[in-house]
């Protein structure tokens, strides 16, 4: 199971730390991800980690706002999302699986944490 915290509703140009906790399964052998999901369109890729050598993916639209890590020993990844946009407002979703940037490679999914931001 995974469980995401840390969304919120903020206004633009503020951060904003999400955080997945892993329980339930040996989420250490898999790569982790953000993906996200804005009303009316399709799911969307963020950023991934890598299982074991850190490597990370990111999103152009993200890219040098956004930053994934991983914590192996506390069995959690992190988004910290800065200098947010109204266009960052989605739901945002964990997963483990494969270390790819598509979503049907990712076995396990969390429930998912609103992230809103205004204007």
């Known amino acids: 199971e995974l469980v995401e915290s840390g969304g919120g509703l903020v206004q633009a140009g503020d951060s904003l730390r999400l955080s997945c906790t892993a329980s339930?399964?040996?989420?250490?052998?898999?790569?982790m991800a953000w993906f996200r999901q804005a009303p009316g369109k399709e799911r969307e890729f963020v950023a991934l980690v890598h299982a074991n050598n850190g490597s990370t993916q990111y999103a152009d639209s993200v890219k040098g706002r956004f930053a994934i890590s991983r914590d192996n020993a506390k069995k959690s990844v992190f988004l910290q999302m800065s200098s947010l946009r109204p266009e960052d407002t989605a739901v945002y979703y964990c997963?483990?699986?494969?270390?790819?940037?598509?979503?049907?490679?990712?076995?396990?999914w969390g429930q998912g944490t609103q992230v809103t931001v205004s204007p």
């Open positions: 997963a483990g699986g494969a270390y790819s940037i598509y979503a049907h490679m990712y076995l396990y």
């Open positions: 339930g399964l040996t989420a250490n052998y898999y790569s």
